[in-house]
């Protein structure tokens, strides 16, 4: 039964400590995503990659985070430092379509983070 | 107004009912995804579509791209199936300067269906 895998699943940490989280995609598949979740904005889209590359990041606060796929069964994404409103739940969804952000995925159980 | 609208944002319904639920949205873009988020949290992708009708089972879900609207369908609903319904596009603009995509999320539609 593949399915994606994210650790920890839950973390919390105090402002302006380092997190990191990590994510294995499905074997095979070779675009992963980066989601966060929060009760104000909902979803959002921080970045992805296909076949390890990144292609978009935008999303994604570039001064405190970094998204990086070390090999093609581990996905990263860093915080450093982190804040209270970087408090929410962060996805990783892998698939394998062209489309970035809206071809059929794959989601992990999510990471729930939370900053005091 | 926000780029991708769903409607309702929350629905009850009995068990064996029809329902529709619906996304709007204002942008050009090149796909539409249905997502379903359970009560714990979990994410499973339903749909992706670019044009016409996909069928899965109970569900359903239409495009119409002209009009800029998707509806999702669930036929002889069950309790099972409540959740929260999102609707996601990915937006494409271009302009003199700069081509850009993007991935827009709607607000969610909470959906419970009652024994």
């Known amino acids: 039964d593949a399915r994606v895998t994210q650790t920890p699943r839950h973390k919390v940490t105090e402002m302006g400590q380092e997190v990191t989280m990590r994510c294995q995609p499905i074997l095979g598949h070779n675009t992963v995503f980066w989601y966060r979740q929060t009760m104000m904005q909902g979803l959002e889209l921080l970045a992805y990659f296909r076949n390890r590359a990144p292609l978009d990041d935008s999303g994604m606060p570039k001064d405190r985070f970094s998204a990086e796929m070390p090999d093609a069964t581990l996905a990263t994404l860093k915080i450093q430092p982190s804040e209270p409103r970087d408090s929410a739940v962060y996805f990783c969804a892998s698939g394998l379509g062209e489309v970035p952000g809206v071809d059929e995925q794959y989601f992990g159980p999510g990471t729930r983070l939370t900053v005091t | 107004k926000n780029e991708v609208e769903q409607s309702p944002q929350n629905l009850t319904a009995q068990e064996g009912e029809f329902i529709t639920i619906n996304c709007s949205y204002s942008?050009?873009?090149?796909?539409l995804h249905w997502l379903q988020q359970h009560p714990g949290g979990g994410i499973v992708s339903l749909f992706m579509l670019s044009s016409g009708k996909k069928k899965h089972g109970r569900l359903i879900a239409t495009i119409n791209i002209q009009e800029k609207h998707s509806s999702l369908h669930i036929t002889a609903s069950h309790p099972r199936d409540s959740a929260v319904y999102i609707c996601?596009?990915?937006?494409?603009?271009?302009?003199?300067?700069?081509?850009?995509?993007?991935?827009?999320f709607g607000p969610g539609t909470s959906l419970s269906v009652i024994p």
């Open positions: 996601a596009v990915r937006s494409i603009s271009a302009d003199l300067k700069t081509s850009y995509d993007k991935v827009i």
């Open positions: 942008v050009g873009i090149s796909a």
